[in-house]
């Protein structure tokens, strides 16, 4: 018996237990009408690795009853990002419209039980039968001869009657006061072409009456889904009980992931999409594995964060920090350091011979002593970050100032001498000493307090880095003010791009993926679309503090 780690588990066990499982064959069931993002991660995690632990299977489903907006490019990709993450299916992969057929025989067979029949109200009578928690539903076509049903529905199906003409639907319950049983609608008419069955069929199942079949048919035991599901079991269990299908699935539910300053729902990612708010599906910027993938996170951290959110009944909001402190910690360990100067300004030593160039050893990882070291080379013209200047610094400023004095990291101290500027009255450049006997050692006679980075301007090579940061200002999305709509909270400062950027001559054979720490400045990797770019996965501060 497995150790159950959350009430999911539990359940499991407990059919386990009792025999009304025999293993435990988990599906992940995702629409393919937008690209997998960091909660449906969630869902996969649960679905791949529930059945994982217990020894199980999990297939791999799309979704696609609904024809509208799917797409194989959607069917490709949620593919590639499955895998990325580690998880596969083998041989288990399905579609949900190759059951169309086997779904149309088993919605006769509700008609022929007395359990279905065609309803011919218009979706806007539909809404107004319904009633409410005091009236029940009228539905004046209940009472259909099963034989005129039968007749109706096949005729649907050859596409005799136009969309909205009539609907199939159950018999259950007009005076439920769980909506989902009043009469729902099993099938309706849409005329859209589908990805994968082109024309053939104009009648397409609800996702209430396909899903459930479709996990008995593929023998799933545990059906598991996010909350908003809830309410449907009922209906999903009737389906089961009452249609003649192989095996008996049980749903459970767990809440959905909702995180801070991030938008989950695919309609509005797809708006940002199509509007070009983003660069496509995969901006570094984006929620969706993808975009998570351009920017910089790994897989190792991203399952991290799915582990510590853990499996819960109730819907919260998760900070992003949280999401953003696992990646961090994960690479302060494994990432490579580099050298690199956002704002380049440049640094003249004066006391410093033209054309001499020395070599400095820096640490490839303080975290990670085999990591061996690199030499950089120091020659009489270099760049600092501006940042590092000040010519009117705030107190405890302890860089570099007028009259200061700065260690140049790995390197020699500094001594300013003066500021040369352009026209516009802005710093051309600086000009400064080097303590040429001092070298790397430490003064006797005087502490120098700041460090800061450099590279020789002759060794170095240009870049472009793109400062990536929250794609929302506002903390909840999921609850805005009123008369407000997501994109009113668009973050201008969401990508900020910093051309001309200085960075070590080293980094010209990075490949995307591979993690830098640039020292100083954030965690980078190369952009994998544009080579000239490193992407800014994640700031060194970390503000957020984990409860353990
Ligand atoms: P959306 O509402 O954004 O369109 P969806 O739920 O319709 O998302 P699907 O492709 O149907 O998207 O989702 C596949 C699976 O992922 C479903 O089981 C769904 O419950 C789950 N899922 C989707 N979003 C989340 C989330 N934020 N947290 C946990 N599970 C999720
Ligand atoms: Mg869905």
Same mark, same amino acid.
């Given at each position: 018996m497995?150790?159950?780690?959350?009430?999911?588990? *539990?359940?499991?066990? $407990?059919?386990?237990?009792?025999?009304?499982? =025999?293993?435990? @064959?988990?599906?992940?069931? %995702?629409?393919?009408?937008?690209?997998?993002?960091?909660?449906?991660?969630?869902?996969?995690?649960?679905?791949?690795?529930?059945?994982?632990?217990y020894g199980g299977i999990c297939n791999l489903r799309m979704d696609d009853t609904?024809?509208?907006?799917?797409?194989?490019?959607?069917?490709?990709?949620?593919?590639?990002?499955?895998h990325w993450l580690g998880f596969d299916w083998d041989d288990r992969f399905f579609y949900g419209s190759d059951y169309f057929e086997k779904t149309y025989e088993l919605a006769t067979g509700l008609i022929k039980k007395g359990?279905?029949?065609?309803? *011919?109200?218009?979706? $806007?009578?539909?809404?107004?039968?319904?009633? =409410?928690?005091? @009236?029940?539903?009228?539905? %004046?076509?209940?009472?259909?001869?099963?034989?005129?049903?039968?007749?109706?529905?096949?005729?649907?199906?050859n596409g005799e009657f136009p969309e909205g003409k009539y609907t199939l639907r159950a018999k259950i319950d007009l005076a439920s006061g769980n909506f989902n049983m009043r009469d729902p609608v099993l099938y309706r008419i849409r005329y859209i072409e589908h990805h994968r069955q082109g024309t053939k069929w104009c009648i397409f199942p609800m996702y209430d009456f396909a899903h459930p079949i479709q996990d008995a048919l593929e023998g799933i035991t545990f059906s598991l889904c996010s909350l908003e599901y809830e309410d449907h079991r009922p209906l999903y269990n009737w389906v089961i009980d009452n249609c003649d299908v192989p095996s008996r699935p049980r749903q459970i539910e767990f809440s959905r992931l909702n995180i801070t300053n991030t938008v989950l729902s695919k309609r509005n990612l797809r708006e940002l999409v199509e509007t070009g708010v983003v660069d496509g599906w995969d901006d570094p910027r984006m929620p969706t594995l993808c975009g998570l993938r351009r920017r910089g996170y790994t897989a190792e951290s991203i399952l991290d964060f799915i582990e510590r959110i853990g499996v819960s009944k109730a819907n919260s909001l998760v900070d992003v920090g949280l999401l953003e402190h696992c990646l961090r910690e994960k690479l302060n360990m494994q990432a490579a350091r580099r050298v690199a100067v956002l704002n380049p300004l440049k640094v003249v030593i004066d006391n410093y011979p033209e054309g001499r160039t020395e070599y400095f050893e820096f640490p490839n990882n303080p975290n990670?002593?085999?990591?061996?070291?690199?030499?950089?080379?120091?020659?009489?013209?270099?760049?600092?970050?501006?940042?590092?200047?000040?010519?009117?610094p705030p107190p405890k400023f302890f860089r570099l100032k007028p009259d200061g004095e700065v260690r140049l990291m790995s390197s020699y101290i500094i001594k300013f001498g003066h500021v040369e500027k352009n026209p516009d009255g802005t710093v051309k450049e600086i000009h400064c000493t080097a303590d040429l006997e001092v070298g790397t050692g430490v003064p006797t006679d005087r502490k120098v307090k700041g460090t800061i980075h450099w590279l020789s301007a002759d060794h170095c090579m240009d870049t472009t880095a793109v400062l990536y940061d929250r794609l929302f200002t506002e903390e909840n999305m999921n609850d805005l003010p009123e008369g407000k709509v997501f994109k009113d909270f668009l973050n201008p400062q969401s990508a900020v791009i910093k051309d001309g950027a200085k960075v070590e001559e080293s980094l010209k054979d990075a490949v995307p993926g591979e993690m830098f720490q640039f020292v100083r400045t954030g965690y980078f990797t190369k952009d994998s679309k544009n080579p000239g770019q490193f992407n800014r996965s994640v700031s060194l501060k970390d503000g957020f503090k984990p409860a353990n």
């Amino acid at each position: 018996m497995v150790e159950a780690s959350n009430f999911i588990e *539990e359940f499991i066990n $407990e059919d386990l237990a009792s025999g009304k499982a =025999d293993c435990v @064959h988990t599906r992940f069931p %995702p629409e393919p009408n937008g690209y997998l993002h960091i909660g449906h991660c969630k869902a996969l995690v649960i679905d791949f690795g529930t059945a994982k632990k217990y020894g199980g299977i999990c297939n791999l489903r799309m979704d696609d009853t609904n024809p509208a907006k799917e797409d194989t490019e959607f069917v490709d990709a949620i593919q590639e990002d499955i895998h990325w993450l580690g998880f596969d299916w083998d041989d288990r992969f399905f579609y949900g419209s190759d059951y169309f057929e086997k779904t149309y025989e088993l919605a006769t067979g509700l008609i022929k039980k007395g359990l279905a029949y065609v309803c *011919e109200l218009s979706p $806007e009578q539909f809404k107004e039968y319904r009633g =409410d928690l005091t @009236h029940p539903a009228v539905s %004046p076509f209940r009472d259909r001869p099963m034989e005129e049903s039968l007749d109706l529905f096949e005729r649907m199906k050859n596409g005799e009657f136009p969309e909205g003409k009539y609907t199939l639907r159950a018999k259950i319950d007009l005076a439920s006061g769980n909506f989902n049983m009043r009469d729902p609608v099993l099938y309706r008419i849409r005329y859209i072409e589908h990805h994968r069955q082109g024309t053939k069929w104009c009648i397409f199942p609800m996702y209430d009456f396909a899903h459930p079949i479709q996990d008995a048919l593929e023998g799933i035991t545990f059906s598991l889904c996010s909350l908003e599901y809830e309410d449907h079991r009922p209906l999903y269990n009737w389906v089961i009980d009452n249609c003649d299908v192989p095996s008996r699935p049980r749903q459970i539910e767990f809440s959905r992931l909702n995180i801070t300053n991030t938008v989950l729902s695919k309609r509005n990612l797809r708006e940002l999409v199509e509007t070009g708010v983003v660069d496509g599906w995969d901006d570094p910027r984006m929620p969706t594995l993808c975009g998570l993938r351009r920017r910089g996170y790994t897989a190792e951290s991203i399952l991290d964060f799915i582990e510590r959110i853990g499996v819960s009944k109730a819907n919260s909001l998760v900070d992003v920090g949280l999401l953003e402190h696992c990646l961090r910690e994960k690479l302060n360990m494994q990432a490579a350091r580099r050298v690199a100067v956002l704002n380049p300004l440049k640094v003249v030593i004066d006391n410093y011979p033209e054309g001499r160039t020395e070599y400095f050893e820096f640490p490839n990882n303080p975290n990670d002593p085999d990591a061996g070291t690199r030499k950089l080379p120091f020659t009489k013209e270099l760049y600092i970050d501006a940042d590092d200047f000040s010519e009117n610094p705030p107190p405890k400023f302890f860089r570099l100032k007028p009259d200061g004095e700065v260690r140049l990291m790995s390197s020699y101290i500094i001594k300013f001498g003066h500021v040369e500027k352009n026209p516009d009255g802005t710093v051309k450049e600086i000009h400064c000493t080097a303590d040429l006997e001092v070298g790397t050692g430490v003064p006797t006679d005087r502490k120098v307090k700041g460090t800061i980075h450099w590279l020789s301007a002759d060794h170095c090579m240009d870049t472009t880095a793109v400062l990536y940061d929250r794609l929302f200002t506002e903390e909840n999305m999921n609850d805005l003010p009123e008369g407000k709509v997501f994109k009113d909270f668009l973050n201008p400062q969401s990508a900020v791009i910093k051309d001309g950027a200085k960075v070590e001559e080293s980094l010209k054979d990075a490949v995307p993926g591979e993690m830098f720490q640039f020292v100083r400045t954030g965690y980078f990797t190369k952009d994998s679309k544009n080579p000239g770019q490193f992407n800014r996965s994640v700031s060194l501060k970390d503000g957020f503090k984990p409860a353990n």
